[in-house]
């Protein structure tokens, strides 16, 4: 056994449970610290501006006049139902691409059956009001009709976007 010199102290196990505290100590008690507001300015730079579209200046840009020509025959074969609508919408801003999609339907839908010549550009003017925007007009036969377009043209991304649309 044990000798003599060897003795043992009993101890109690301390309390690990939290204490009881009222509903008013705990609504009272002392506020953990938080770190004051960080000076954000949320009306700064945007991502937008760094990650949207970019203007391009004329000089960067292919000639207007030609791209212009080619556009102005795609969009009347387009809305008289010869080309897909999907082939300009690289070139067209959305709100245009949806005026020319919707045409393009409509035209499948009552177009005749049979052989039509291609369209063909006869004329096209260019002006340019500011760096990097062009207006333009082409003036196009098609099906036995002479049509004038009537197109504003954006330099964005590194490309021509038509941005405004009027056929007539």
């Known amino acids: 056994m044990a000798g003599d010199g060897d003795t043992f102290t009993v101890r109690r196990i301390p309390q690990t449970a939290p204490r009881i505290i009222s509903a008013d100590e705990a609504w009272h008690g002392e506020q953990p610290y938080a770190q004051d507001a960080l000076a954000l300015d949320f009306f700064g730079a945007r ?6 579209r970019q203007p391009t200046r004329t000089s960067l840009l292919p000639d207007p006049t030609a791209f212009v020509g080619r556009l102005a025959q795609a969009v ?14 690289r070139h067209t801003a959305p709100t245009v691409y949806s005026v020319i999609a919707r045409q393009a339907m409509v035209a499948g839908r009552r177009r005749l059956p049979g052989p039509r010549r291609p369209a063909v550009v006869r004329r ?10 062009v207006e333009a007009c082409a003036v196009v036969v098609a099906h036995g009709r002479v049509r004038a377009l009537a197109l504003r043209l954006e330099g964005l991304d590194g490309r021509w976007l038509v941005t405004a649309l009027t056929i007539g």
Do not use: H, N, T
């Open 76 to 89: 009347v074969e387009i809305v008289s139902g010869q080309r897909p609508a999907p082939q300009l919408i």
């Open 47 to 52: 991502d937008d501006e760094d990650f949207g």
């Open 124 to 133: 096209v003017r260019v002006c340019e009001p500011a760096d990097g925007i």
